[in-house]
């Protein structure tokens, strides 16, 4: 499994009941995996034993109140393996974009009116408007951290102008859901940390993709989701210890005010936490090593080699194909197996519809909330970008399915 033609991509298939759907008489081809990969059959399995068994809430002296309370706490763990935390620090709730606006809400209680905060213009509105909204409620200044619409990269050389001593926090995402650019957080955190900024981190694009280490990386808040990652749709977040146990945050009185409990409003979605793990498992399932968090290490290394040399391919065929503009950051900017691009004379959506409905390959458009990145590329009014990307169960058949598709497509338009 070291050289990418030995990945098990067949098997990991087989592991997806989702692959088998047809349309339109072919099997479908699930190129959609930013916005929510498939769900992996051993997360479906817990879910739905979970719920077979009898679930309950927390406290109980009876077992299900037990059970569901271990199954929280092997989610944690499992989640602490994933991004290279301990468990006390990982949090749950509905999604990254909720717990992103719980925990601003409780971080800037600390900010007063002069303070200012930097955010990107290459991420997600989910790692911006939290932020940005409780700036305006706080009366602090909002400073831009710009994206170059040419290179798609952040201009992280105007970091030492940007932070100052008031400085309270950075936040910033570790890849683009749009484009795929793969930012230097570890420098970005490393020059906030200077001036005791805190740094939050959007990780729910590149956690499918590659290793993440929330201390490596240097953040003090990291968020994501296992929707992307092959599990339910549970939001999970990571607060370094000492800033957690600091946070007031918003809750019931009677709600317990110590971590990670404190910022998990209400009773959790326990079925869709209980498939958390058996997610993670499965990505861990492909690689070695002496505990959980190696084998991740290792799964990812291979995922990463398997899921860029299909995005090698894709990019290739789609660069020799007229009338098709590619998106993406130069050679020497790590990116994730994430495609994003434009054809012309068609129409964004009408693109993904007719690869849909001729050759059932599934594939999206839009800005994808990266609104402020498509404004400054010129697409906010013009349909977005359409975004392919790839996963570890995705074949090279059916990249090139995606790219025979696109070729016609264009040939089409120009013989019209």
């Known amino acids: 499994m070291t050289r990418t033609s030995a990945f098990p991509v067949q098997e990991i298939r087989e592991q997806f009941p989702a692959l088998q759907r047809t349309y339109q008489a072919k099997p479908v081809a699930y190129l959609d995996g930013p916005g929510g990969s498939q769900v992996v059959a051993a997360s479906m399995q817990a879910v739905f034993r ?22 929280i706490a092997d989610a944690r763990q499992a989640v602490a393996d994933l991004l290279d935390a301990a468990p006390e620090e990982v949090a749950f709730g509905a999604n990254m974009t909720t717990l992103a606006f719980a925990i601003a809400r409780a971080l800037s209680r600390f900010w007063q009116p002069g303070d200012e905060i930097i955010l990107s213009e290459l991420d997600h509105r989910a790692n911006v408007d939290p932020w940005l909204t409780a700036a305006l409620d706080r009366g602090v200044l909002v400073r831009w951290l710009k994206a170059d619409p040419e290179t798609l990269t952040l201009a992280t050389e105007e970091l030492d102008t940007l932070l100052t001593e008031k400085t309270r926090l950075v936040a910033v995402g570790l890849a683009s859901n749009a484009v795929g650019t793969i930012n230097d957080v570890a420098r970005i955190a490393r020059a906030a940390r200077r001036v005791g900024a805190v740094v939050a981190v959007d990780a729910v694009h590149a956690a499918p993709h590659m290793a993440i280490s929330c201390k490596q990386l240097g953040a003090d808040i990291l968020l994501c989701s296992a929707y992307k990652f092959f599990g339910p749709h549970v939001g999970m977040a990571v607060i370094r210890q000492s800033l957690f146990e600091s946070l007031k945050t918003y809750k019931l009185a009677p709600a317990p005010g110590y971590i990670p409990d404190k910022l998990e409003t209400g009773t959790q979605n326990h079925e869709g936490i209980a498939g958390i793990a058996p997610a993670i498992d499965f990505i861990a399932s492909l690689g070695t090593g002496a505990n959980r968090r190696e084998r991740l290490v290792d799964a990812f290394s291979r995922l990463e080699k398997y899921e860029n040399h299909l995005a090698d ?104």
């Open 313 to 416: 391919v894709l990019r290739s065929e789609l660069q020799q194909t007229a009338g098709v503009k590619l998106f993406q950051a130069g050679a020497h900017v790590p990116k994730t197996p994430t495609i994003a691009f434009r054809l012309e004379g068609i129409d964004p959506e009408e693109a993904c519809l007719r690869m849909a409905e001729e050759h059932s390959v599934f594939i999206a458009s839009g800005d994808f909330y990266a609104s402020r990145l498509a404004e400054l590329a010129g697409l906010a009014d013009k349909g977005g970008w359409i975004r392919a990307g790839i996963a570890p169960y995705n074949t090279e058949e059916e990249i090139r399915r995606l790219a025979q598709g696109i070729a016609q497509m264009v040939r089409a338009r120009k013989e019209v």
């Open 50 to 71: 979970y719920m077979e068994n009898g679930g309950a809430n927390l406290h109980g002296a009876f077992p299900t109140s037990r059970e569901t309370e271990a199954i």
